[in-house]
């Protein structure tokens, strides 16, 4: 018994330190999708290596876009043969550190170890691919989203997974004079009744 007791906490331990993994290659994908649209349209005044990496995102972009049409948690069948596709042209080597990489021990303290596992890619395409392949391995795709009212990419971190703009900001300003009124608020509920009321009370 004390056996399985102890291979759950490792499952759930394992399963914690993949989410958590996930969240931060989640995060990667939106700042570079981010990254992108800062940087407009791709032109000759930009670098090779800047135009590369702007058409490794923008497919990368391309198979989230269709995704959330379809079936926001899952890729779709173009999604995914995309993603196989690139992901045969920029295949990625397993390696081991030759050189000290910084770890924290099971007791949180830093320690310098060499041979740490790792993959290296020869073509940002492949790490593109990767980053997304790490979140959809973590199951998180469903948290990969697009604001209503910027546009910017995002990672939800709801609880309930129910957030539908970036920030507080963009709330703010979606929640403008249209949307108070289709919500019925206060302020827009009939206002001749209000003036009604005021003027039985003489204020």
Same mark, same amino acid.
């Given at each position: 018994?004390?056996?399985?007791?102890?291979?759950?906490?490792?499952?759930?331990?394992?399963?914690?330190?993949?989410? %958590?993994?996930?969240? #931060?290659?989640?995060?990667?994908?939106?700042?570079?999708?981010?990254?992108?649209?800062?940087?407009?349209? +791709?032109?000759?005044?930009?670098?090779? +290596?800047?135009?590369?990496? &702007?058409? =490794?995102?923008?497919?990368?972009?391309?198979?989230?876009? =269709?995704?959330?049409?379809?079936?926001?948690?899952?890729?779709?069948?173009?999604?995914?043969?995309?993603?196989?596709? @690139?992901? =045969?042209?920029?295949?990625? +080597?397993?390696?081991?550190?030759? *050189?000290?990489?910084?770890?924290?021990?099971?007791?949180?303290?830093?320690? =310098?170890? *060499?041979?740490?596992?790792?993959?290296?890619?020869?073509?940002?395409?492949? !790490?593109?691919? !990767?980053?997304?392949? @790490? +979140?959809?391995?973590? /199951?998180?795709?469903? @948290?990969?989203?697009?604001?209503? #009212?910027?546009?910017?990419?995002?990672?939800? #971190?709801?609880?309930?997974?129910?957030? #539908?703009?970036? &920030? /507080?900001?963009?709330? %703010?300003?979606?929640?403008? /004079?249209?949307?108070?009124?289709?919500?019925?608020?206060?302020? !827009?509920?009939?206002?001749?009744?209000?003036? /009604?009321?005021?003027?039985?009370?003489? *204020?």
């Amino acid at each position: 018994m004390k056996r399985r007791g102890g291979h759950s906490r490792v499952v759930r331990e394992l399963s914690l330190a993949r989410v %958590v993994q996930g969240l #931060e290659f989640a995060h990667t994908l939106v700042d570079n999708l981010n990254v992108l649209a800062r940087r407009g349209t +791709v032109s000759r005044e930009h670098t090779s +290596v800047e135009r590369r990496e &702007s058409e =490794a995102w923008r497919e990368m972009e391309s198979i989230l876009e =269709a995704s959330l049409r379809e079936q926001p948690r899952q890729l779709s069948d173009d999604g995914i043969r995309l993603f196989n596709k @690139r992901a =045969a042209e920029c295949p990625g +080597v397993l390696c081991l550190s030759d *050189q000290d990489s910084f770890v924290e021990d099971d007791n949180g303290k830093r320690i =310098a170890i *060499q041979g740490v596992p790792g993959i290296n890619f020869k073509d940002v395409g492949a !790490y593109a691919s !990767y980053v997304l392949w @790490r +979140v959809l391995e973590a /199951r998180l795709l469903g @948290r990969v989203k697009r604001c209503l #009212e910027c546009k910017r990419w995002f990672v939800d #971190e709801t609880r309930n997974k129910s957030a #539908e703009r970036c &920030s /507080r900001a963009c709330t %703010v300003k979606w929640w403008n /004079r249209p949307h108070r009124r289709d919500a019925r608020h206060a302020q !827009y509920r009939d206002p001749a009744r209000k003036r /009604r009321q005021k003027g039985r009370t003489g *204020q």
